[in-house]
């Protein structure tokens, strides 16, 4: 099985509608027009300049998506984006799950549950998030944690939906600290994910499954990283905000 790897980037709160615009045009001339063929580039905006990064991107070949969304179609929900508003957006993706949405915003597996189901129902694919603390790594805890928010947050799923879908491992110690997990932290807990999929959806949706690695990727780490066999692309903060440094990051060479 081959799985096309997916890096995409997660600008988080950053950048105005202009600032959001010049980075795609930035990123375009950097890639030469056009991401290489054997990978998928994903970039995720804040909400506010979605629909000009639309109009950037729109038939260059690269993909737009949503950092989150509440999971109804439309409702007395005030502040809130919708599934349905993201998917008339052209948005294919959506981030659910992020860890500064469980820890600043208090998200638990139950709405991260329905956020992901949420997104399946309107044509969205899911990029599941999910890390461990550094404490619980410090305790050995690492893979129970994500083994529960696997569990949890995959509720009610279908393994075909499993097989379309992404699953982030993050890491929260190494998001936006400059600490990277080691290619071989890495590895074992996709391994670790990736087995765990195995064992409750089949095979087959478990080969197929994107888990993409965050948490500090840079130019300087990402071949390493994806090296890494069950390492299939690359959640990117920090260092997708330059489209230098992302570009660098989108041609990664395994080595
Ligand atoms: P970082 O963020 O690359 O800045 O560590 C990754 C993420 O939070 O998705």
Redesign the pocket.
């Known amino acids: 099985m081959t799985r096309t790897p997916l890096i995409a980037a997660?600008w988080?709160m950053h950048k105005t509608v202009s600032e959001a615009v010049q980075t795609a045009r930035d990123l375009l001339e950097q890639l030469g027009g056009a991401p290489p063929d054997d990978r998928t580039v994903l970039i995720c905006p804040p909400f506010t300049a979605i629909m000009a990064v639309r109009e950037t991107l729109t038939g260059t070949g690269i993909l737009w998506g949503a950092q989150n969304m509440y999971p109804r179609a439309d409702g007395a929900f005030t502040g809130e984006i919708s599934p349905r508003m993201l998917a008339d957006l052209g948005c294919t993706h959506v981030i659910v799950g992020?860890?500064?949405r469980r820890h600043i915003f208090g998200e638990g597996n139950q709405l991260i549950n329905e956020k992901v189901r949420a997104a399946f129902e309107f044509g969205l694919v899911p990029i599941l998030?999910v890390g461990e603390r550094l404490e619980h790594r410090q305790a050995g805890l690492e893979e129970a944690v994500v083994e529960e928010q696997l569990a949890k947050g995959l509720m009610g799923l279908s393994a075909d939906q499993i097989r379309q879908m992404v699953i982030?491992y993050?890491p929260v110690w190494?998001?936006?600290?400059g600490e990277t997990a080691s290619p071989e932290d890495a590895q074992a807990m996709h391994r670790f994910i990736r087995g765990w999929l195995g064992a409750q959806y089949g095979e087959d949706a478990a080969q197929a499954v994107l888990i993409q690695y965050?948490?500090?990727?840079k130019p300087t780490n990402v071949d390493q990283l994806m090296a890494q066999p069950d390492v299939d692309g690359a959640?990117?903060?920090?260092?997708?905000l330059d489209a230098e440094q992302f570009a660098r990051i989108v041609r990664f060479q395994a080595p």
Not at 174 to 177: C, E, Q, R, S, W
């Open positions: 997660n988080k992020h860890s500064e998030a982030a993050e190494a998001i936006g600290t965050g948490g500090s990727v959640l990117v903060g920090g260092a997708s």
